[in-house]
């Protein structure tokens, strides 16, 4: 199966999320790859009914599942637990604690399935795995740039090397916003569309200025002028000026670019000597939160503007 997945053993190392889990057994099998952030409980499988079971998807048995395996008659758990680890299951995950029969467990390990415990109930735990697996599952990417938190609005600063994105955001951070990335740019898609950008570890806090070097925010500025991650609203792109090339002078026109599958403003801004950036880039941000509140200053402009050319002045009538 194609796409973003994770190992079993992953799920094991968890100190983040607080998922508490232990191997009771199948150790062979905890490099098993989840790829969906779905899980389910393998009631209806156990009672042989398996035609709707996913075995891509992490199985959670809790009280109702080992009770029933410990109240059926033992042929028949048997031969249900024996049917259901034919299929090519990730993982099941034991809750509250509870002790499965052992032929479960061999059963399992047989078949090569991890058995895992955890001390949470059925509900919370399923709370627990279905955030961890939609952040670790989710679709990333690396882009080269500079994101800042500009009055709450994320703007993700493109341009090609040297156009001067790292110069505008030290501007900006000058006037009171934040940093969130330098250089490159750790992106991740949240659902059902947003854009999630943050530093890379080694570089955290860091920016590049030509002529000075590696300099660091966070100690310069102070904690009030960094932030971790910062959810992408406006892409930016940074351009030369072009004498022959027509800009937009109105902003009638909504270019938008796609990142991951989600679509951003995409706004193209000419630099070229005399032009303050950072109070265009702000003006952008402050824009961006006026056309999220409804109003959007060039089609007023040019409601306006067509409201009075249709205004005709009255003349004498001749019949």
């Given amino acids: 199966m194609d796409g973003i997945s994770l190992s079993i053993q992953q799920l094991l190392d968890d100190t983040e999320y607080g998922l508490g889990l232990t191997l009771l057994t199948g150790?062979?099998?905890?490099?098993?790859?989840?790829?969906?952030?779905?899980?389910?409980?393998?009631?209806?499988?156990?009672?042989?009914?398996?035609?709707?079971?996913?075995?891509?998807?992490?199985?959670?048995?809790?009280?109702?599942?080992?009770?029933?395996l410990n109240q059926i008659d033992d042929r028949l758990a048997?031969?249900?637990?024996?049917?259901?680890?034919?299929?090519?299951?990730?993982?099941?995950?034991?809750?509250?604690?509870?002790v499965p029969p052992q032929f479960f467990l061999d059963a399992a390990e047989t078949a090569g399935i991890p058995v895992l415990n955890t001390h949470?109930?059925?509900?919370?735990?399923?709370?627990?795995?279905?955030?961890?697996?939609e952040e670790r599952l989710l679709p990333t990417t690396h882009l080269h740039g500079v994101l800042v938190d500009v009055m709450g609005v994320g703007i993700l600063l493109t341009g090609k090397s040297g156009i001067g994105k790292s110069e505008c955001a030290l501007d900006l951070v000058i006037r009171g916003h934040r940093l969130v990335a330098d250089d490159m740019i750790y992106i991740k898609k949240k659902m059902p569309a947003a854009l999630v950008g943050q530093s890379i570890e080694s570089i955290q806090h860091l920016m590049e200025i030509r002529g000075l070097?590696?300099?660091?925010?966070?100690?310069?500025?102070?904690?009030?002028?960094?932030?971790?991650?910062?959810?992408?609203?406006?892409?930016?792109?940074?351009?030369?000026?072009?004498?022959s090339h027509e800009y937009d002078r109105i902003g009638l026109d909504d270019h938008r670019s796609v990142i991951l599958g989600v679509e951003l403003p995409h706004i193209i801004i000419p630099v070229r000597p005399g032009r303050n950036m950072?109070?265009?880039?702000?003006?952008?941000?402050?824009?961006?939160?006026?056309?999220?509140?409804?109003?959007?200053?060039?089609?007023?402009?040019?409601?306006?503007?067509l409201s009075r050319m249709e205004v005709r002045p009255l003349g004498n009538e001749v019949e």
């Fill in 278 to 305: 950072g109070s265009i880039i702000e003006v952008a941000a402050r824009n961006f939160l006026l056309k999220g509140m409804g109003y959007h200053s060039a089609r007023d402009f040019q409601e306006r503007l």
């Fill in 213 to 243: 070097g590696i300099i660091n925010i966070k100690d310069l500025y102070g904690v009030s002028s960094i932030r971790e991650k910062k959810i992408i609203d406006i892409l930016l792109e940074l351009v030369e000026w072009d004498p």
């Fill in 78 to 98: 048997i031969d249900s637990v024996r049917m259901l680890c034919t299929f090519p299951i990730s993982c099941f995950i034991i809750t509250k604690q509870l």
């Fill in 27 to 68: 150790k062979r099998g905890l490099g098993n790859q989840v790829f969906s952030s779905r899980i389910q409980k393998p009631g209806l499988a156990l009672a042989g009914y398996t035609e709707h079971l996913h075995p891509d998807r992490i199985q959670v048995l809790g009280n109702t599942e080992i009770s029933y």
């Fill in 120 to 133: 949470h109930q059925s509900s919370t735990f399923i709370s627990l795995i279905t955030k961890f697996l």
